[in-house]
């Protein structure tokens, strides 16, 4: 197990230097590199910025020094120094902001997980049935809702028409007079709807996928060879259906790390959560270049990540991976 | 059976699915929405009237107006024009990086085959919106820039698609007579594997499209896309969200047609799938 693990790290290794191969490339994209940046287009690129870009990103040297020095800086987590007014260090501002975004997704993979799979199951043991149709007209419908769309009309119905949920932000104004319970509950009645809209496109698709990994697998011949030896149904769906049917849903899961991360630009941004995803969409929009960069790369490395624990996950519950059998 | 039989055969198995024709019937009416516009909406999508700020749905403004007191409903018929538009360019830009990188790489196999699948997976660990936001962060928003990096950062799935199938034409027996008669690769590639992957293209076209428009107006929506005073679906929502204390009708009516328009394609697409490969009814 360890060495396969080993190996699957090694095997990134390539994957990370063309992560950072493209985003130097983008970074490189605006006509005349990193400095040359319109300054109709970038009011902020004054001429301070120009040099400290120019500091920083070592202009005066052939692209393959720039690239070697930026690379070096990246693997120090040094990104440079924010274009904001506080100019503080981008990691630093980066770190506080990465454990809202990950409890959220966190929180909101748990939800895909737990709604999604009993879900999926249901409706393929009971294939054409109502309910059946109903998920799956439901799911279907699902994919074509816009996130921002149903967050605003939730937010009209819970925020404004019923008042029941706030808004905007992770806590009340009061926050810090409430005992320790009702700091709690404050802290989840604002995360109902972020963690709900973060899950809402995960729960459509894995639902869905896991319906029909479910169907796939209902009819091999082992389930047929389960039922025939008289087993009850529960045990059949349960012991022998759904564990092989779940495998494919781990990867999955760990796939979805890249969209999760995508989706957390916009509810953050619409519920004025100060999370990662909310610190990009500033940056973009007051076009402070270093803290872009380094939302960047650290979202790619992220979603590797992703990648590599959702294999691993499925070589612990599949045995025949990670020894190298098949079939 | 000629191929034209079997075309026909799909167009009819597309018929006769009522999901696949309802969707196809509102894309058709969002197209004809597009071309024109000024029947369906007398007002001018951008004459400001401060007197009518915020005015709810009623007989001279069907669907209100906006927090400049513009017509909405104008403004979202004008709007359909570049929604509509965006998701099209940009699926076809997509489409045709995808076509060239999956036939290639399926095609040829060994190192090329491992260079760009390699460069696909490069390209998957980017989550697409933060990739988007940072090249226009860079090179600034317009209508032209966000079809062309809706595009170039959407082609991975139609590459991963046309190489697999690729992968299994060209050890066809029709490919293996082309072959024998002398035929070079590009023409193998062009006139005998291309065509043979077009259904699945066709499947996963019309699925991206619908993708692509739900990208542009999550951009626009977060004033990173099509800028204003030009309408788009997404921009229109970003005043609903301003004023999401006021105007329900500014939050409701553009999603529900960018919602309307997304369902349309993907009815559509589930359809041809269906219609061209009857086997995957169901699944």
């Known amino acids: ?327 | 059976m000629s191929a034209n039989s079997i075309f026909k055969d799909s167009i009819r198995r597309l018929s006769r699915n009522p999901l696949a024709v309802a969707g196809g019937a509102v894309i058709l009416l969002f197209f004809v929405l597009a071309l024109f516009p000024s029947v369906f909406s007398s007002h001018d999508p951008n004459r400001i009237d401060i007197l009518k700020i915020l005015t709810p749905p009623s007989e001279s403004h069907p669907l209100g107006t906006d927090d400049l007191g513009r017509d909405v409903l104008a403004r979202m018929v004008f709007g359909a024009r570049i929604s509509l538009s965006v998701g099209f360019v940009a699926e076809s830009i997509a489409i045709g990086i995808g076509l060239l990188i999956g036939l290639l790489a399926g095609y040829y196999g060994g190192r090329v085959d491992s260079a760009l699948m390699r460069f696909v997976d490069i390209m998957l660990c980017f989550p697409t919106f933060f990739l988007i936001l940072a090249v226009i962060a860079f090179i600034g928003p317009s209508i032209w820039n966000i079809m062309f990096i809706i595009g170039v950062t959407g082609w991975m799935g139609v590459a991963r698609l046309v190489r697999a199938e690729t992968l299994s034409l060209k050890e066809r027996d029709f490919v293996a007579a082309a072959r024998a008669q002398g035929a070079g690769d590009a023409r193998i590639i062009f006139r005998h594997v291309l065509p043979n992957t077009l259904a699945p293209i066709l499947v996963a076209a019309t699925l991206g499209v619908a993708g692509a428009i739900l990208v542009e107006s999550g951009l626009s929506f977060l004033g990173i896309g099509v800028q204003p005073p030009t309408p788009s679906w997404g921009n229109i929502l970003t005043a609903g969200k301003d004023n999401i204390e006021f105007a329900w009708w500014l939050s409701v009516y553009p999603g529900l047609a960018i919602f309307l328009t997304v369902l349309g394609y993907n009815l559509l697409g589930e359809g041809i799938r269906d219609a061209v490969d009857p086997r995957l009814k169901g699944r």
């Open chain 1, 1 to 327: 197990m360890l060495r396969y693990v080993l190996r699957r790290v090694l095997v990134s290794i390539p994957l990370l230097v063309g992560i950072s191969l493209i985003t130097f490339g983008v970074i490189n994209m605006a006509p005349g590199g990193p400095i040359g940046i319109s300054s109709d287009l970038n009011p902020k690129a004054t001429a301070e910025y120009r040099e400290r870009l120019k500091a920083y990103y070592g202009l005066d040297q052939p692209l393959y020094v720039q690239y070697g020095r930026w690379l070096g800086r990246m693997a120090v987590l040094d990104f440079g120094d924010s274009f904001s007014p506080d100019g503080r260090k981008v990691w630093d501002k980066i770190r506080e902001r990465i454990p809202v975004t990950l409890s959220i997704n966190v929180l909101s993979m748990a939800m895909i997980f737990l709604i999604a799979v009993p879900l999926g199951i249901y409706s393929a043991v009971r294939k054409g049935s109502l309910f059946d149709r109903i998920t799956t007209v439901t799911v279907f419908t699902g994919f074509a809702v816009p996130t921002f769309w149903l967050a605003l009309l939730l937010m009209i119905l819970f925020g404004v028409h019923l008042g029941w949920l706030p808004i905007s932000g992770l806590v009340s104004l009061e926050h810090d007079s409430l005992s320790l319970a009702g700091r709690i509950g404050d802290r989840a009645r604002h995360l109902v709807l972020p963690i709900f809209l973060a899950a809402f496109g995960g729960l459509a698709g894995i639902s869905r996928y896991m319906r029909s990994n479910m169907l796939e697998v209902i009819r091999q011949d082992y389930i047929a060879t389960a039922r025939a030896k008289g087993l009850p149904e529960g045990t059949v769906v349960f012991r022998h259906a759904m564990r092989n049917a779940l495998l494919p849903v781990i990867t999955i899961l760990g796939l979805s790390v890249p969209d999760l991360l995508g989706g957390s630009v916009i509810f953050e941004t619409i519920f004025s959560i100060p999370g990662m995803g909310q610190l990009f969409y500033q940056g973009v929009m007051s076009r402070d270049y270093p803290l872009i960069m380094g939302i960047l790369t650290i979202a790619a490395f992220l979603t590797l990540l992703g990648n590599i624990l959702a294999d691993v996950g499925y070589a612990l519950a599949d045995p025949r991976i990670s020894t190298g059998r098949t079939g």
